[in-house]
T-cell receptor
Framework: GQNIDQPTEMTATEGAIVQINCTYQ??????LFWYQQHAGEAPTFLSY????GLEEKGRFSSFLSRSKGYSYLLLKELQMKDSASYLC????????????FGAGTTVTVRA | DSGVTQTPKHLITATGQRVTLRCSPR?????VYWYQQSLDQGLQFLIH???????AKGNILERFSAQQFPDLHSELNLSSLELGDSALYFC?????????????FGPGTRLTVL
């Protein structure tokens, strides 16, 4: 089975940095995705990691350590529009194409 | 706009009824995935189709079924509806099946069972 854990809520100030951690225990591993979801809207893709290390995309970066079953999403220079839920998702074995999602971390950005 | 379309946007029905949710993937995408998102369960994978064939099944109830048609659109059929089936149902599509194939999500169908 798949077990994916991330904190339920985080609060940060506009302009600050927030790090959202995700730990996973899965049967097989074929990549980790981060999605952003605003309330009532569709998830939108942020990043993909399959090898260890840091992937940077503008204000967002994602890190993966496969040996530790750990990832984080780093949001820099926070803006009010970054208030949303952030979903960590893992693709299991190579012949298993589904994504298993964590419950999501709700980030609230305050002025 | 992801390019994935879903209809209807909202659906209100009664227990015991049957509904059909429709999804059109992005142009060129062969894979369609269905997910259920309820308040207490997060985003749950239901089923995956690739080029018309079922490829993976998740926690999909026997009362639910899906198919992907030759034009690649997909339908999710929910029958004998129960109160607990009230949720957001998302369809996602991707070009291929695995690897770094990003899944693009549609706007969802909000189902309310009364």
């Amino acid at each position: 089975g798949q077990n994916i854990d991330q904190p339920t809520e985080m609060t940060a100030t506009e302009g600050a940095i927030v790090q959202i951690n995700c730990t996973y225990q899965t049967s097989g591993f074929n990549g980790l995705f981060w999605y952003q979801q605003h309330a009532g809207e569709a998830p939108t893709f942020l990043s993909y990691n399959v090898l260890d290390g840091l992937e940077e995309k503008g204000r967002f970066s994602s890190f993966l350590s496969r040996s530790k079953g750990y990832s984080y999403l780093l949001l820099k220079e926070l803006q009010m529009k970054d208030s949303a839920s952030y979903l960590c998702a893992v693709r299991g074995a190579s012949n298993d194409y589904k994504l298993s999602f964590g419950a999501g971390t709700t980030v609230t950005v305050r002025a | 706009d992801s390019g994935v379309t879903q209809t209807p946007k909202h659906l209100i029905t009664a227990t015991g009824q049957r509904v059909t949710l429709r999804c059109s993937p992005r142009s060129g995408d062969l894979s369609v995935y269905w997910y259920q998102q309820s308040l207490d369960q997060g985003l749950q994978f239901l089923i995956h189709y690739y080029n018309g064939e079922e490829r993976a099944k998740g926690n999909i109830l026997e009362r639910f079924s899906a198919q992907q048609f030759p034009d690649l659109h997909s339908e999710l059929n929910l029958s004998s509806l129960e109160l607990g089936d009230s949720a957001l149902y998302f369809c996602a599509s991707s070009v291929g099946q695995g690897g770094n194939n990003e899944q693009f999500f549609g706007p969802g169908t909000r189902l309310t069972v009364l």
